[in-house]
């Protein structure tokens, strides 16, 4: 960096500082509260969620793994362009990449064809998205909402944070969901935001993640969520927050067509996926989706959780609490699969006296190498020596060893990042969804998922668990007590490491400044 731009960026940010007792947010907005249609079964995703649905057992849902990043987003594709009534759908981050401007354009499309579409995004990663999210907003059929928004909507997110640090209490609680519902009917949820890297479209880095497709009574459930979000007093019309659109409808429509022109201009129908199902597009159309039934329910945190000072009402039934709660009953295996995993003082204790009943612990997580969040992995990794002296089989997934099994996704060039958000409790009770394994999913943000006990459904997981012993490091401990790491190779022969792989000086001593100040609940 240039000593002349390095003055400028301090100036700027030394100004915004001193302003951030100026910025507020405007006065609320009464909004009328609407719901998710319920006289929905006449439309085509109906009769298809119906369609294979076990007669004796209407209390059962459906449910469809969704491991790859391309058949989850011709699935997302699928329930919009197949939708008749209404699309609801609530992202943490929703990028406006060749990605996003796709699932954007097919959202105003549904929207023009006589769809209700209510989309509802978190307000922290929408710097550079306001114009056209309000011009989305001023079509038909078409509103957009925000949660928990930032006082200041002008500028890149550092100057907005700069701006609201007065309030930075407030604004550091977000809406982490990740939900598509349609119709009413067919319903996904898990891990992926929308955005590039998320479905195998980023050249650098690309996200390995799990969703789930889910028809039967557990919809209605997460479309109960998505309005109780919708209509709370914690999200706000992005008109009232942005100036509005100039020009009349025709220029408006014309503006946005210009925005949305960046959008993927096609996408290659996938193949088979790796489960050996067809695509969820390809189902639809021919009335019947392959889904295994069984008993679920839903997960989420209620949008209230962010209003409540003490942390420990921000814990009490949340989906963090819940899942721990299944997990303290297992009776012979839990695997936890998270990208951020930093069990605290608390989650530690589970975990060790998890062991101590004879149930073995599985600990997938990001190596260093591929973690995009380096001071929370460093966060994780002052309690890995505690967890092997305890007993707990850690994995780690690394960059450049995930594109080695085809199950995990197809990388080209770019390395992998684990963003999947799992729990399996006994082989059979799944847990799938948006929560990290960390204070901040605990006691911060608000999540979302379902637990599904389903025998099935977990031996269909279980058999993508071989793609861990190539794609990540298994830690153990040498003869000292000291760290190393086991690369597992295709040929069946083993690497032992003794060097973190990834680590740098600088890094370690930038990130270890960081937790010295940092609060682990923060991270």
């Known amino acids: 960096m240039k000593l002349g731009s390095a003055w400028i960026r301090l100036c700027v940010f030394a100004v915004a500082v001193a302003l951030a007792g100026c910025a507020s947010l405007p006065p609320p907005v009464a909004q009328t509260p609407t719901h998710a249609p319920t006289d929905v079964a006449n439309t085509r995703l109906a009769r298809v969620a119906r369609a294979g649905a076990p007669a004796t057992s209407p209390a059962l ?22 939708a008749e009534r209404s699309i609801d759908a609530q992202y943490y981050i929703l990028s406006n990449d060749s990605t996003g401007l796709l699932f954007l354009r097919e959202l105003n499309d549904a929207a023009h064809r006589g769809v209700r579409v209510r989309l509802l995004v978190d307000d922290l990663y929408t710097s550079g998205k306001d114009e056209l999210l309000a011009l989305l907003a001023a079509q038909p059929n078409f509103e957009v909402r925000v949660f ?5 909507h002008f500028g890149p997110l550092a100057l907005r944070i700069a701006l609201s640090l007065h309030d930075l209490r407030r604004i550091d609680r977000r809406m982490h969901n ?7 009917s067919l319903a996904m949820t898990g891990g992926r935001n929308i955005a590039d890297e998320y ?10 993640d799990m969703d789930v497709l889910a028809s039967g009574p557990v919809v209605r459930e997460l479309s109960d969520s998505f309005d109780d979000y919708w209509n709370s007093p914690q999200v706000w019309p992005i008109g009232s927050l942005v100036p509005r659109p100039v020009g009349d409808a025709a220029q408006r429509a014309e503006r946005l067509a210009m925005l949305l022109h960046g959008a993927l201009s096609s996408l290659a129908e996938p193949s088979v996926d790796v489960l050996g199902n067809t695509p969820v597009g390809q189902q639809i159309a021919a009335g019947r989706l392959a889904q295994t039934w069984a008993d679920a329910r839903v997960l989420a945190d209620i949008p209230e959780k962010i209003t409540y000072d003490n942390p420990e009402a921000r814990f009490e039934d949340s989906v963090t609490q819940r ?3 299944i997990m303290l009953g297992a009776q012979s295996e839990v695997t936890m699969i998270s990208p951020y995993f930093i069990p605290g003082d608390n989650g530690m204790k589970v975990l060790e006296d998890s062991v101590r009943r004879g149930v073995r612990v599985d600990v997938l997580t990001n190596a260093l190498d591929a973690t995009d969040e380096s ?10 020596l505690a967890m092997l002296k305890a007993g707990i089989h850690i994995y780690e997934l690394g960059g450049t060893l995930a594109r080695r099994d085809r199950q995990l996704g197809d990388f080209r060039s770019s390395s992998g990042r684990l963003h999947a958000k799992i729990a399996v409790v006994d082989h059979r009770r799944l847990f799938v969804g948006s929560m990290n394994l960390d204070g901040r999913s605990a006691r911060l943000n608000t999540e979302i998922g379902l637990v599904i006990d389903s025998p099935d459904l977990t031996a269909q997981f279980y058999t993508l668990m071989p793609a861990r012993e190539l794609g990540a490091y298994e830690l153990r401990l040498d003869a000292a007590g000291a760290l190393e790491w086991v690369e597992h190779d ?30 682990e609940g923060a991270l």
């Open 178 to 184: 990740k939900l598509l519902v349609a119709d009413n």
């Open 375 to 384: 001071l929370v992995y460093a966060g994780y990794a002052r309690y890995r």
């Open 323 to 325: 899942t721990v709660a």
């Open 199 to 208: 479905f195998m479209h980023s050249d650098t880095a690309n996200f390995i």
């Open 61 to 82: 849902s459906g449910f469809r793994l969704l491991p790859e990043g391309a058949t989850a987003f011709d699935a997302r594709l699928a329930l919009v362009r197949n």
């Open 490 to 519: 295709v040929d069946g022969s083993d690497k032992v490491i003794r060097d973190e792989p990834g680590a740098s000086l600088f890094q370690r001593v930038t990130d270890w400044l960081l937790l010295k100040v940092v609060p």
């Open 148 to 152: 928990n928004p930032l006082p200041v």
